[in-house]
């Protein structure tokens, strides 16, 4: 099956950095979204993008699905933004989710 | 229309009893997906529904597990015999087809 790989695992940052997330998946897929997974459990959309650019706030990604792959940026990150963040592709007819990557923004 | 809904959101069991977990998805999505998340790794696909139909069952499904949408709205998760493997959270999504899902609160299963 479709592999799902996110980079970093862990990504620790002081407040007001930059950072970008990676996702690369292993073949062809429908469409792809971005999480946020909060402390509680409950997965929170960021972001449905199955190629080009997208915004919100200090949050941006994109997906080049041609080169099998996506991008988070979070910039001038806050401490709401710890977490762990997700990426997950359609295939056939179902998300399949990658390995995540932990976020710690600290004071 | 307040988003997906999951009840309880946690259960204690003990080992050997049966559990049952709702889930109302979003009311216009024809897809209802479930997935099973344990400590430290990501969702993992269960089950899915296209209206009252179920199209696919992961292996992970036991034949201890059991899912239903009856009438196409909402669904019921059924563990038999539960096993400390089990203690996981569960989630449940909506969707319109493969358009953005949606996913629940969960339900946080610990069996003792």
């Known amino acids: 099956g479709i592999q799902v790989e996110q980079s970093p695992p862990d990504l620790i940052l002081q407040e007001g950095a930059n950072s970008t997330l990676r996702c690369n998946f292993s073949?062809?897929?429908?469409?792809l979204q971005w999480f946020h997974q909060n402390p509680w459990g409950q997965l929170i959309n960021l972001f449905y993008?199955?190629?080009g650019t997208k915004q919100n706030g200090r949050l941006s990604a994109t997906t080049v699905a041609t080169e099998r792959y996506s991008l988070l940026y979070i910039s001038s990150s806050q401490t709401t933004d710890s977490g762990v963040y997700f990426c997950?592709?359609?295939?056939?007819?179902?998300?399949?989710f990658g390995t995540g990557t932990r976020l710690q923004v600290f004071p | 229309d307040t988003g997906v809904s999951q009840n309880p959101r946690h259960k204690i069991t003990k080992r050997g009893q049966n559990v049952t977990f709702r889930c109302d998805p979003i009311?216009?999505?024809?897809?209802l997906y479930w997935y099973r998340q344990t400590l430290g790794q990501g969702p993992e696909f269960l089950t899915y529904?296209?209206?009252?139909?179920?199209?696919?069952k992961s292996r992970l499904l036991s034949d201890r597990f059991s899912a239903e949408r009856p009438k196409g709205s909402f669904s019921t998760l059924e563990i038999q015999r539960t096993e400390q493997g089990d203690s996981a959270m569960y989630l449940c999504?909506?969707?319109?087809?493969?358009?953005?899902?949606?996913f629940g609160q969960g339900t946080r299963l610990t069996v003792v």
């Open positions: 999504a909506s969707s319109l087809l493969v358009a953005e899902a949606f």
């Open positions: 073949d062809s897929v429908n469409n």
């Open positions: 993008i199955p190629s």
């Open positions: 997950a592709v359609y295939n056939t007819d179902k998300l399949i």
């Open positions: 009311s216009e999505h024809n897809r």
């Open positions: 529904f296209q209206n009252e139909a179920q199209l696919e």
